[in-house]
């Protein structure tokens, strides 16, 4: 293929998220101090890695948990933001539950706080499209299905993925 082929090909960021909860069905989120809302532990995929392999790592380094991660819970895909050149698509792995009393150690250099929550709290913390991604991954896990979320935009301010 000539050169001029892949400069028509779309290019993309890749993330992996996990999708954690507690005993009492309360999701573990996570509060970045480089951007305004809370998101899920994740974060981008490494050169090399596949997703699942991401989404273990940013597991480890942000809270400090071991997981196994699970079956594939949604894909969504998010363009227009401002500080990202490219649409952003994240995978939501079901990562399965740990007791709310586990012990968290928090990535200090990129994160001010971590939290269980309902998902009525959670959507006041999480950005519209991501709090959307906590429902559907939420409805995968339960139905055993996978949900992929369509181009979506973030709010004027959004800085999340």
């Known amino acids: 293929m000539s050169d001029d082929f892949w400069t028509t090909v779309n290019r993309v960021i890749t993330g992996a998220s996990a999708f954690i909860?507690?005993?009492?069905g309360r999701v573990l989120l996570v509060d970045p101090n480089y951007r305004e809302h809370w998101s899920f532990p994740g974060g981008m995929i490494d050169v090399g890695e596949h997703p699942a392999q991401?989404?273990?790592?940013?597991?480890?380094?942000?809270?400090?948990?071991?997981?196994e991660v699970g079956r594939l819970l949604s894909v969504s895909w998010v363009d227009g933001l401002s500080h990202v050149p490219y649409p952003v698509v994240t995978f939501m792995f079901d990562c399965g539950e740990v007791h709310s009393g586990t012990p968290i150690r928090l990535q200090a250099e990129e994160l001010d706080d971590y939290g269980f929550f309902t998902f009525e709290e959670a959507r006041r913390l999480l950005a519209g499209n991501v709090h959307?991604?906590?429902l559907a991954s939420a409805a995968a896990r339960a139905s055993g299905g996978l949900t992929?979320?369509?181009?979506?935009?973030?709010?004027?301010k959004g800085h999340d993925t």
């Open 21 to 24: 909860t507690d005993e009492r």
């Open 54 to 67: 991401a989404c273990a790592r940013e597991v480890t380094e942000e809270v400090g948990l071991s997981v």
């Open 132 to 134: 959307e991604r906590l």
């Open 148 to 156: 992929y979320l369509p181009p979506a935009r973030p709010a004027p």
